[in-house]
Each structure stands twice: as structure tokens, then as C-alpha cells.
């Protein structure tokens, strides 16, 4: 029996960028559910049973610290793992989005789409010996 593709949320705005990941995850076996918005990422997060959330911060109708917060308060939603992924890398951007209980923090900058597939492989693997 195949095991279950793990299925990543991704709530990106910008389109090229979010098309551009959704290739990667998908080409490394991943099933990818992709919102262009907070607000729809959100209802996402609550409908279609991600097993992880890769969030931008600066996107319309919700910024991802806003997205991350209602995830964490949401008892169906409270225990997903997010990662945010965004061009903010600001110590205090990054101190906000861990006390907002973010597993990960990814500056868009400083990675490759290669290296976010690896932050969450990582990050699921710590999450299944937890």
C-alpha cells in the first residue's frame, strides 16, 4: 500500500512564486493546496486537512501573523504545524511568528525552493518522533 502523500498548504500571494514551490513539493511527492490569500489560506487550513501550512507574511486580505494566530486559536486547526516563509527577516519578525507558535521561520532570501522541501521534511520528521 502507497503511503498517503503528505499535503502541504501553501498561502503565498505572489502567484509566480507560489506556482514555483507548489512544482517543487509536487515533483517531490507532495500534494499541494494553494491559497493566493490569508483570508482563503485560512478557510483552507480549516477544510481540507493539511498536514502542514507554509505561510507568507505580507499578503491581502490577512497578513500571516494574523493567519498563524487564528490557526493557533482555532481547536481544529491548533495543532498544525506552520512554517512561515516570507521576506521578512527582522529579529523581531522572526521572534513574533515563534511566539505566534511557528515551527519554522524561512526568509524567501536566503533559501531555494530545494531548501524549504528539506525544512519540512525535517520538521514533520521531528513532529512524528514527538
Given at each position: 500500500?502507497?503511503?498517503?502523500?503528505?499535503?502541504?498548504?501553501?498561502?503565498?500571494?505572489?502567484?509566480?512564486?507560489?506556482?514555483?514551490?507548489?512544482?517543487?513539493?509536487?515533483?517531490?511527492?507532495?500534494e499541494?493546496?494553494?491559497?493566493?490569500?490569508?483570508?482563503?489560506?485560512?478557510?483552507?487550513?480549516?477544510?481540507?486537512?493539511?498536514?502542514?501550512?507554509?505561510?507568507?507574511?505580507?499578503?491581502p486580505?490577512?497578513?500571516g501573523?494574523?493567519?498563524?494566530?487564528?490557526?493557533?486559536?482555532?481547536?481544529?486547526?491548533?495543532?498544525?504545524?506552520?512554517?512561515?516563509?516570507?521576506?521578512?527577516?527582522?529579529?523581531?519578525?522572526?521572534?513574533?511568528?515563534?511566539?505566534?507558535?511557528?515551527?519554522?521561520y524561512?526568509?524567501?532570501?536566503?533559501?531555494?525552493?530545494?531548501?524549504?522541501v528539506?525544512?519540512?521534511?525535517k520538521e514533520?520528521?521531528?513532529?512524528?518522533?514527538?
Open positions: 500500500m502507497e503511503d498517503k502523500k503528505i499535503k502541504v498548504l501553501l498561502i503565498e500571494d505572489e502567484e509566480m512564486l507560489a506556482n514555483m514551490y507548489e512544482v517543487k513539493f509536487q515533483n517531490e511527492g507532495f499541494v493546496i494553494k491559497a493566493l490569500d490569508g483570508a482563503t489560506g485560512l478557510d483552507l487550513s480549516k477544510t481540507t486537512n493539511p498536514d502542514f501550512v507554509l505561510l507568507d507574511v505580507i499578503m486580505k490577512m497578513d501573523f494574523s493567519v498563524l494566530k487564528a490557526i493557533r486559536e482555532d481547536e481544529k486547526t491548533k495543532n498544525l504545524p506552520v512554517m512561515l516563509l516570507t521576506n521578512l527577516g527582522q529579529d523581531e519578525d522572526i521572534q513574533k511568528g515563534k511566539e505566534l507558535g511557528a515551527v519554522g524561512l526568509v524567501k532570501a536566503n533559501v531555494t525552493p530545494a531548501d524549504v528539506e525544512s519540512v521534511r514533520l520528521e521531528k513532529l512524528k518522533k514527538a
